[in-house]
C-alpha cells in the first residue's frame, strides 16, 4: 500500500521567512496530493491540494510543488506569520474511494 | 466547502461501556467515509472506509467487533466503540468524501474519548 514520508518533523521560522516541507510517496497509482493544517484539538483543514496533471499551484502565500517522476511533493509557505503556527499534514491518494494515507506530520513554529 | 459534523465532541465513559460517535455530511451526500485515530503529537491513523450500505474494511490491526461502523444512509456513519478501555483513549476523527471535488476528503470537529 502508499506509504507517506514527511520532513522535517519541526521547522521553526522567523516571521516573514519561508517554510518548505517535503514529502515522498511510494505507490506511484496516486494521483491526488492535499496538505491539510491541524490547530491544537481541531479538525485538519484543507489548505491546498494538488492533482498529478500540473506540477505547481499557488494560492497566495501557499504553494505546492509535485514531481512525479521522484514522487515527492512539497508545500512552501511564503512571508510567514504566526497564525501559521499548527502542524502540518501531507497526503496521498489514487483515484476512486482509495482514502488518503497521511505523513507524520510537521509542527510549524513562526517566531514573532 | 462542505460541512461534515461529528458529534459528541468530548466523551467521558467508564471501563466497560460503549461509546457511540456520529459522523455526518450536512450540505452533500457521501458516499465514502472515513475514520481516523490520532494519538496526542501523532498523525492520523486510518482504521476503517466506510460505504453506504455495506460493509465496513477495517485496516490491518484494527479489530472489527471492537470499532463497529454503520453507514446506513448517504449522509450519516457511525463508530461504536465497545467495552472500551482506557488504551481506547483517543482523537477520533471522521471524514466524508463527496461535494464538488473528487478525491477531497473534509474532516469532522473529532471527538476526544477518555475512558477511566
Known amino acids: 500500500g502508499e506509504n507517506v514520508e514527511q520532513h522535517p518533523s519541526t521547522l521553526s521560522v522567523q516571521e516573514g521567512d519561508s517554510a518548505v516541507i517535503k514529502c515522498t510517496y511510494s505507490?506511484?497509482?496516486?494521483?491526488?496530493f492535499p496538505w491539510y493544517k491541524q490547530e491544537l484539538g481541531k479538525r485538519p483543514q484543507l489548505i491546498i491540494d494538488i492533482r498529478s496533471n500540473v506540477g505547481e499551484k499557488k494560492d497566495q502565500r501557499i504553494a505546492v510543488t509535485l514531481n512525479k517522476t521522484a514522487k515527492h511533493f512539497s508545500l512552501h509557505i511564503t512571508e510567514t506569520q504566526p497564525e501559521d503556527s499548527a502542524v502540518y499534514f501531507c497526503?496521498?491518494?489514487?483515484?476512486?474511494?482509495?482514502?488518503?494515507?497521511f505523513g507524520k506530520g510537521t509542527r510549524l513554529s513562526v517566531i514573532a | 466547502g462542505a460541512v461534515v459534523s461529528q458529534h459528541p465532541s468530548w466523551v467521558i465513559c467508564k471501563s466497560g461501556t460503549s461509546v457511540k460517535i456520529e459522523c455526518r455530511s450536512l450540505?452533500?451526500?457521501?458516499?465514502?467515509m472515513f475514520w481516523y485515530r490520532q494519538f496526542p503529537k501523532q498523525s492520523l491513523m486510518l482504521m476503517a472506509t466506510s460505504n453506504e450500505g455495506s460493509k465496513a474494511t477495517y485496516e490491518q490491526g484494527v479489530e472489527k467487533d471492537k470499532f463497529l461502523i454503520n453507514h446506513a444512509s448517504l449522509t450519516l456513519s457511525t463508530l461504536t466503540v465497545t467495552s472500551a478501555h482506557p488504551e481506547d483513549s483517543s482523537f477520533y476523527i471522521c471524514?466524508?468524501?463527496?461535494?464538488?471535488?473528487?478525491?477531497?476528503?473534509?474532516f469532522g470537529a473529532g471527538t476526544r474519548l477518555s475512558v477511566l
Open positions: 505507490d506511484s497509482a496516486s494521483n491526488y
Open positions: 471524514s466524508a468524501r463527496g461535494g464538488t471535488g473528487a478525491g477531497i476528503q473534509y
Open positions: 497526503a496521498a491518494s489514487a483515484s476512486g474511494n482509495t482514502p488518503l494515507v
Open positions: 450540505d452533500f451526500q457521501a458516499t465514502t
